[in-house]
């Protein structure tokens, strides 16, 4: 079973420098999120869909597009990427209803250094 | 506005002692709760979920948690902790379309 990949599990950017997050999931799960991790912080959520063809932002968006064509996967795009975008970037996915009554499952992780 | 407090970055406890992490939430609507575990590396994996019904919840890895409406707290709780549950643990609440979560608190557990 393989729940939610992400790929690449390590990248290091430049300053400036786009790169795209791959996160796919094979339980049809309707609601999928990014979100981001820094240390004490807890996680962030950046953007966030609700079904095919559906996104909203998140509570911190700035600097990151997604898309999500189909209901398995949904990438998240880093256009100019920044110093601050430094970060441990986690997707999930739910099969809730909106109602928030259902658990999250996670990818592994991507660490992301720009330098 | 539904949110959820850790107020513990940092919690350590020497080896099969028990312990207590803290969660309080802020909520004026239905609630849900959740606790989540990271090990080293790794994405988060669910703990135990409150929906409704009984406030005692039972996890996995002997874990448990109490929800109490009138102190709005869902705290995590172990009898006796192993090595192996050092992780960072990490308390959500589950909102319309989305899951907050508090900051986490790190478990050290000592030999």
């Known amino acids: 079973n393989a729940g939610v990949t992400q790929t690449p599990k390590f990248r290091i950017l430049k300053i400036g420098q786009s790169m795209t997050l791959q996160c796919t999931q094979d339980m049809n799960h309707n609601y999928m999120y990014w979100y981001r991790q820094d240390p004490g912080m807890g996680l962030k959520l950046i953007y966030y869909s609700v079904g095919a063809g559906i996104t909203d932002k998140g509570e911190v968006p700035n600097g990151y597009n997604v898309s999500r064509s189909t209901t398995e996967d949904f990438p998240l795009r880093l256009e100019l990427a920044a110093p601050s975008q430094t970060s441990v970037y986690f997707c999930?996915?739910?099969?809730?209803?909106?109602?928030?009554?259902?658990?999250?499952?996670f990818g592994q992780g991507t660490r992301l250094t720009v330098v | 506005a539904q949110s959820v407090t850790q107020l513990d970055s940092q919690v350590p406890v020497f080896e099969e002692a028990p312990v207590e992490l803290r969660c309080n939430y802020s909520s004026s609507v239905s609630v849900y709760l959740f606790w989540y575990v990271q090990y080293p590396n790794q994405g988060l994996q669910l703990l135990l979920k409150y929906l409704s019904g009984s406030t005692l919840v039972k996890g996995i890895n002997g874990f448990e948690a109490e929800f109490n409406k009138s102190q709005t707290s869902f705290h995590l709780r172990k009898p006796s902790v192993h090595i192996s549950d050092t992780a960072e643990y990490f308390c959500a609440f589950g909102g319309y379309q989305k899951v907050t979560f508090g900051t986490g608190t790190k478990l050290q557990v000592i030999p």
């Open positions: 999930a996915s739910s099969p809730g209803l909106g109602t928030g009554n259902t658990e999250a499952f």
